[in-house]
């Protein structure tokens, strides 16, 4: 899935598609994201709730603070932040997809979290007010954008001195699940190969890598936490909605209509090893939490 994910964001970044104005270079990720928001994070499986779950207990956010999620997609994150900070505190989720925005902000307003607000926006350049905020979060988005460097940047600015911040990566998985990306591997373009390569030697392939970003990006105290993360799917079947369900459905894309069927078909045969005793499947994916502070007093 993390070689996944590189060569989704090279193929939403580069590509050309029917939707997409040719001025504006995020005008096909939001086409995507748009697309996918009635599904996203809602096949059954427990993947983006618990990874967010984690960065929330890595960040700590208290009573009171003043939280920021940049791509706050269906507000994984977001939400388990405003349930935290509580209605004395404060909590805003940036994302470049309005459909996304539109549900999370529904989910908000069901919960009664008034003091919960979204914002359609460039995670990148989120224009947030300088020194505003307590802790920034995001959670399976900073290696979608172009320039991490400058997107900790921003965040790093929006922080207090003293701030907080926390990012989810991802780290190694398991053979079963390496092997099931790689049955797409036929369909990637050169460019989304060399971008898988890239993945695994540039900043998003070790702990040091991701810790070099947030340093260079003027944070202290950089500090990683690591964590293995069971993917459990039922069958197949939801194995197969849950690929639909995110950014792989830009590599489901590629393949020809004619060919989907037997690229299925062996993908759920390299799921095989994956079986469980107790039935359905168990993959498991290393997400690592990279953990900095904003220098001075807070």
């Known amino acids: 899935m993390t070689d996944g994910r590189v060569a989704a964001r090279q193929w939403l970044m580069t590509e050309p598609h029917a939707q997409a104005p040719s001025h504006d270079p995020w005008a096909p990720l939001v086409n995507v994201f748009n697309e996918l928001a009635d599904v996203y994070d809602d096949v059954g499986v427990e993947f983006f709730g618990p990874i967010a779950q984690g960065l929330i207990a890595a960040l700590a956010p208290a009573p009171g603070e003043r939280v920021a999620d940049m791509g706050c997609g269906k507000g994984a994150f977001l939400i388990r932040a405003a349930r935290a900070v509580g209605p004395q505190g404060s909590a805003l989720g940036v994302d470049v997809a309005p459909a996304m925005i539109a549900l999370t902000g529904q989910m908000l307003a069901d919960e009664g979290l008034t003091h919960a607000e979204v914002r359609v926006g460039d995670a990148q350049e989120p224009e947030l007010a300088p020194s505003a905020y307590d ?31 926390g990012v989810s990566t991802f780290g190694p998985q398991d053979e079963a699940w390496d092997s099931v990306d790689d049955v797409f591997t036929p369909y990637l373009h050169a460019a989304m190969l060399e971008a898988r390569t890239n993945s695994e030697r540039g900043p998003f392939a070790s702990d040091a890598g991701v810790e070099s970003l947030l340093d260079s990006a003027g944070f202290a105290d950089v500090r990683t936490v690591v964590a293995d993360l069971a993917i459990r799917f039922a069958d197949a079947d939801q194995w197969y909605a849950f690929s639909m369900s995110h950014g792989q459905r830009a590599i489901w894309a590629l393949v020809p209509e004619s060919e989907r069927v037997a690229v299925r078909t062996e993908a759920e045969r390299r799921l095989a090893p994956a079986a469980d005793p107790g039935g359905g499947y168990v993959v498991h994916q290393q997400v690592r939490y990279t953990l900095g502070v904003r220098p001075g007093a807070s």
């Open 135 to 165: 802790v920034v979060g995001s959670s399976a988005v900073l290696f979608f954008l172009p320039d991490p460097r400058a997107a900790l940047e921003a965040w790093r600015d929006a922080l207090v001195p003293g701030g907080r911040i």
